[in-house]
């Protein structure tokens, strides 16, 4: 009996919902609820930590899908719109009014919105529905069964059951437990569901109704479709023509005996499977998983009958009399031993991947490649497509009907199922945010983020740009920058190489004020401490920081008394007389000779360009850096870095200005900075390898990103060097988000792996060693890893944002034609 079931083919008409809400659809099928499954960040996930996650979410599937309780899987694949991210963008997320926004930031709005749709990123959404009513095996009452089973239900049987007391009870627990799960599973809205119920009948979807219920006239409309099956396929006329569909199933004992393990056996990870090419183009496959949670004392029998017939084939393939191998006896027998062993959890589903094409040519083709890519033996799933059962195995899809092919079921471990990783994936990025970049892993879309959230939330407030040169780390930290400066943030960019000035033509493209400031032209004592820190002491600390500096540690010992000294003084003195310089002043003016002549020293010291920002005579007059909504562009000039292994006392004189300066600078500029108030602050420091080489730039990048959290300014730090940033102490508390790009070395892959929160790998290195430009891994401020690369936006944006020397006029050399015979030589 068991076996004709299995052949049993349910060719009833197609059973679709005829109301649809908040998780649930009702009809003819029964009542299902639903959950969508939110996609997770798991492809860079350690084994061990897979492996456990696999465990959980089988025996969260367990304990959730009621014992004999129907369950119905989708995966499907819906277009990342434009639309959606510029209302996201242009309305308040807390009142849902429409902001006041530029001209200006709605044309960068505007640009990453046309992106989006030029990319078509394709989206998975993941359902998960359990039939709840009491007429579903696994709910129904006794009397109800013997109803169903003698065929004695009527109409009004069903619709009395439908939606009574315990259905609904049973809904709600469903929605609870895969809320608390670690699916985290929440209800699908009505128009997920009536998007996925148009997606299977129709495969354009134009709109769907709006509201909590769907029912009514709003449904025929929604409904309507025309299907034409036949032996290999099935065609669907739509608005832009006809579609061909073909199902593709698992062939009998079309998986392999033993379970397939992660990692490596994530059979529904990767979708992208056919028309990959430039001529071919396809959106990922599409996945419909129906089956049944198999109650233990069944599943116990199954497997107890299923070894009683191992055993009797490999004694009768002992006495040479069966057609089976022995060896394939015994893997089976090895395969139940264990499940019956483990105990785990059974499943009996059936899995259906819809292949779509235009034409019939492109539909074998795809089919083809779907089919090759399970047969290979990472795998070694057989797939095939039935001929005669595509129009049923088509009904399958539809949300709201049931099972109605069980032939090509499997009999396996939940763990199996929750193995698939059909609900894994590559999240990175903020749920709401600028789009900078495009996710390009197992589950693209856009990278959404704004760096100010981080500050306002709370959390750690420094981003990290890695990797070599050429690789496009300064790039992207300019690309975050310019959105945060356009949507009316405080920003500062420093700039070493004099190669950024691209940034400040951008911000301007769109209507931002842009500040340009170069050391070499700096108002003389503007970045004096006593200037911009409130408080006196402190101020006094950092003056005698600076005048040490500038000083050899070969000075006489009494040195750092004797300006000691003289601050003090000068901390007593009005406001408006201290300064740096007024500390000079103090050591002229000490009786002792030693320190009258560190103040002469100090006083020619402070007349060049590299200190005279610092120790010169303030000038009161000269404007401060802006607090208000721009760009602050600051280039360093003329300055002369230590040689990386040269130690301190061997610096000379315009080595110690510079050391003194760039730390003066980017302490100004942070406090600076923190003055600015009612809208977010953001300050890239770039190249910062160039002062991570020494102990004390080290120090200084240490307590500047202290500094920035204390301060609420978020930092952008891009660097070449990872290793010397690891020494930094301290810094790994403060890093928010992590863009680790292309680097050369193993080495540099282990410590960019170390800052990402991944364990070293092989594959890991190969990965980060074979990044293209602008391309990288990143961990965002949630722990999610997963790749991405930034984006332009638009080809004026590039242009100003490339670094590479340009040349108006190549002049090429003469060719000389090569002389093979003596008059030829002679000739030439």
Known sequence: MKLLQKFRRD??????????????????????????IPARSTDEEETDTLVGLTVEAGADLSTIIPAGAEFHAKVMWRTASG???????????????????TGGQREYLDMGAARIDQLAFPQRMVLLGVRVDRQAPGFESTAAKVKRVTGNTTAE?????????????????????????????????????????????????????????????????????????????????????????????????????????????????????????????????????RGRNVPAHEAAKRITDALTLTKEQGRAASQGSAESAPGEVEDARAALEVRKASGDSMVEDGVTWVVEA?????????????????????????????????????????????????????????????????????????????????????????????????????????????????????????????????????????????????????????GVEVTRVSTAELSSGIMCPFRYVADPDEAKSMAIDHLSLMLSVQEDPATAAHITRAASRVVKLAPSRRSTHQIIVALLEDPDEAAQALGERLTFLALDPLA????????????????????????????????????????????????????????????????????????????????????????????????????DVNLLLDTQSVAELLKVEGLADQVSTVHAFRVKTNAEADAQAELLGLPPSDALRGRQKGHGQGQCLTRDRFGRVAPIAFDYLCAEIQEALDTKPKRDKITALPVVPTAHTAEEQETA
């Open 157 to 289: 049987d069903e619709a009395a059951t439908m939606l009574d007391v315990e259905t609904v009870r049973e809904f709600r627990t469903f929605l609870e437990r895969m809320a608390g799960s670690s699916f985290r599973g929440r209800p699908a809205t009505p128009q997920q569901l009536a998007w996925a119920l148009r997606r299977d009948l129709h495969r354009i979807v134009e709109q769907v109704p709006d509201g909590a219920l769907i029912a009514g006239g709003q449904l025929p409309r929604l409904k309507a479709t025309h299907v034409v099956p036949a032996m290999d396929h099935v065609a669907i006329t739509t608005t832009d023509g006809v579609r061909y569909l073909r199902m593709v199933t698992t062939a009998e004992n079309g998986f392999p005996t033993d379970s397939l393990e992660c990692p490596g056996g994530e059979w529904l990870k990767v979708l992208d499977l056919v028309g990959t090419g430039p001529h071919d183009q396809a959106s990922p496959i599409e996945v419909s998983i």
């Open 11 to 36: 060719e009833s008409p197609l059973r679709t919902p005829t109301a649809i809400g908040t998780g649930v659809t009702v009809g003819p099928g029964g009542v299902w609820a639903w959950v969508e």
């Open 358 to 510: 235009d034409d019939l040519d492109t539909l074998d083709r795809r089919s083809s490649a779907l089919i090759d890519y399970y047969a290979n033996p990472r795998l070694g799933i057989k797939l095939w497509a039935p001929p005669g059962d595509q129009d049923l195995l088509w009904k399958q899809l539809v949300v709201g009907d049931g099972r109605r092919v069980a032939e090509f079921d499997s009999f396996r471990p939940m763990t199996t199922l929750a193995g698939a990783w059909f609900h894994g994936g590559s999240v990175v990025g903020a749920a709401s945010g600028l789009f900078l970049a495009q996710n390009v892993g197992s589950t693209p879309g856009p990278y959404l983020d704004r760096l100010s959230d981080a500050q306002m939330e709370g959390d750690a407030v420094t981003t990290l740009f890695l990797g070599k040169t050429g690789a496009g780390k300064t790039t992207a930290a300019a690309l975050s920058l310019i959105g945060e400066a356009v949507m009316g943030a405080f920003t500062l960019m420093t700039d070493f190489k004099g190669d950024a000035g691209g940034v400040a033509k951008v911000c301007e493209m769109f």
């Open 612 to 711: 005279r920002a610092v120790a010169g005579v303030p000038d009161l007059s000269a404007p401060q850096l802006p607090l208000r909504a721009g760009l602050v562009y600051v280039t360093f000039e003329g300055l002369r870095w230590p040689g990386e292994d040269a130690p301190r006392d061997q610096w000379q004189q315009g080595e110690r200005l510079t050391m003194m300066l760039v730390g003066a600078a980017f302490t100004y500029i942070t406090h600076r900075a923190a003055r600015v108030k009612g809208i977010p602050k953001v300050i890239a420091l770039t190249e910062i390898h160039q002062l991570t080489r020494y102990p004390a730039g080290r120090n200084l990048v240490g307590s500047l990103a202290r500094l920035g959290r204390a301060l």
């Open 83 to 101: 639309d959606d991210y510029l209302a996201a963008q242009t309305h308040d997320a807390k009142t849902g009014e429409l902001l006041n926004l």
